[in-house]
């Protein structure tokens, strides 16, 4: 989800530092590559196990460009290691939600977001209105601008919209891979659902061509391969794509790796708490410790991804090395 991002200097000082980790002043005139490194290697972890596994930053999109500026010059490393970007806040929500935002904003996002369409990769756009005619414009603009969008009507993803009562662009074919996907469903917080079943009862009756959810339910325990299939059906009998959402940008005190120890014994790759979003805390990314937690290894996040039998990872903090820069 969008982080709030303050306008103000950090010195970063590391009081211990173990001799695998590098030095801050490094790791901070390279924050940009440093998290291009880090999906690269969790690109290169998934399509080993899974070739077909789909890939998808959101925001960041600076990432896309060879140093990170407008100058149309693509990483193509990068590129390669991703199947689409997803961008929040496009045409409304930038400032708050349900407001236009401003044109300067949408033209810099969108000089970026059309160098990795350029690509063929497909654009995920998530816009924050819930007035009609708002929603209506979203989906308009989007689709104008050759993007796939999905119009939030909560800032928090919890709900299905029942506007617009039709699905933009519904259709009854099978969407299997990334390139036929029309629209799509941003569900990623199941507390409106007193169950696992309500929760896939709600989005089974729906026509999305691929659904964003959490690996976990409210109460910790994670879909199994046989739930995240049932999912995968839409309500006209095709097929959708199924994708979890995975924050690598910062750290969150109500996933399973937390400890609780950390509150007074952090460890050296935990910083600050971001002060918009209690419980979410940033993370020097680049650190091997806190990659192990993310992926490439049996216990990792990634991985329980991978053995629910997830179509994809949406990969979401990806503006952290905003913080660092």
């Known amino acids: 989800?969008?982080?709030?991002?303050?306008?103000?200097?950090?010195?970063?000082?590391f009081s211990s530092?173990?001799?695998?980790?590098?030095?801050?002043?490094?790791?901070?005139?390279?924050?940009k590559q440093k998290m291009?490194?880090?999906?690269?290697?969790i690109s290169r972890y998934s399509k080993a196990i899974n070739p077909k596994f789909n890939i998808i930053p959101q925001n960041g999109i600076e990432l896309v460009s060879i140093d990170g500026d407008n100058t149309q010059q693509k990483n193509n490393e990068y590129l390669n290691a991703i199947d689409a970007v997803g961008q929040e806040d496009l045409w409304y929500g930038y400032d708050d939600d349900n407001q236009a935002t401003p044109a300067v904003t949408i033209?810099?996002?969108?000089?970026?977001?059309?160098?990795?369409?350029?690509?063929?990769k497909k654009i995920l756009v998530t816009d924050y209105c819930s007035t009609s005619t708002k929603v209506d414009n979203s989906y308009l603009q989007n689709n104008n601008s050759g993007y796939v969008s999905f119009a939030a009507n909560q800032r928090e993803l919890n709900t299905i919209p029942n506007y617009p009562i039709k699905?933009?662009?519904?259709?009854?074919a099978a969407a299997t891979s990334m390139g036929q996907v029309k629209n799509f469903l941003y569900l990623i917080n199941p507390t409106n659902y007193s169950s696992k079943n309500s929760f896939i009862n709600a989005v089974v009756t729906t026509n999305y061509d691929l659904l964003i959810m959490d690996l976990f339910f409210t109460d910790g325990t994670p879909f199994t391969a046989l739930e995240i299939n049932q999912l995968k059906n839409k309500a006209n009998g095709g097929k959708r794509l199924v994708v979890s959402y995975m924050s690598?940008?910062?750290?969150?005190?109500?996933?399973?790796?937390?400890?609780s120890g950390w509150s007074k014994n952090k460890p050296v790759w935990l910083?600050?708490?971001?002060?918009?979003?209690?419980?979410?805390?940033?993370?020097?990314?680049?650190?091997?410790?806190?990659?192990?937690?993310?992926?490439?290894?049996?216990n990792s996040y990634l991985k329980k991804i991978l053995n629910a039998g997830f179509d994809g990872v949406y990969l979401d903090i990806i503006d952290a090395f905003e913080y660092y820069d």
């Not at 033209?107 to 063929?120: H, P, T, V």
């Not at 699905?167 to 009854?172: G, H, R, S, V």
């Open 248 to 259: 690598i940008g910062e750290a969150e005190d109500y996933r399973y790796y937390w400890e």
């Open 107 to 120: 033209s810099y996002l969108k000089e970026f977001l059309n160098l990795a369409r350029s690509s063929n």
């Open 167 to 172: 699905i933009y662009l519904e259709n009854n």
């Open 17 to 31: 530092c173990s001799k695998n980790d590098e030095s801050t002043e490094n790791t901070v005139a390279n924050s």
């Open 271 to 298: 910083d600050a708490e971001n002060p918009a979003w209690p419980g979410n805390f940033k993370v020097r990314y680049w650190s091997s410790d806190w990659q192990n937690i993310i992926y490439s290894n049996e």
């Open 1 to 13: 989800m969008k982080i709030l991002y303050f306008t103000f200097l950090v010195l970063i000082t």
């Open 36 to 41: 291009r490194d880090f999906v690269i290697g």
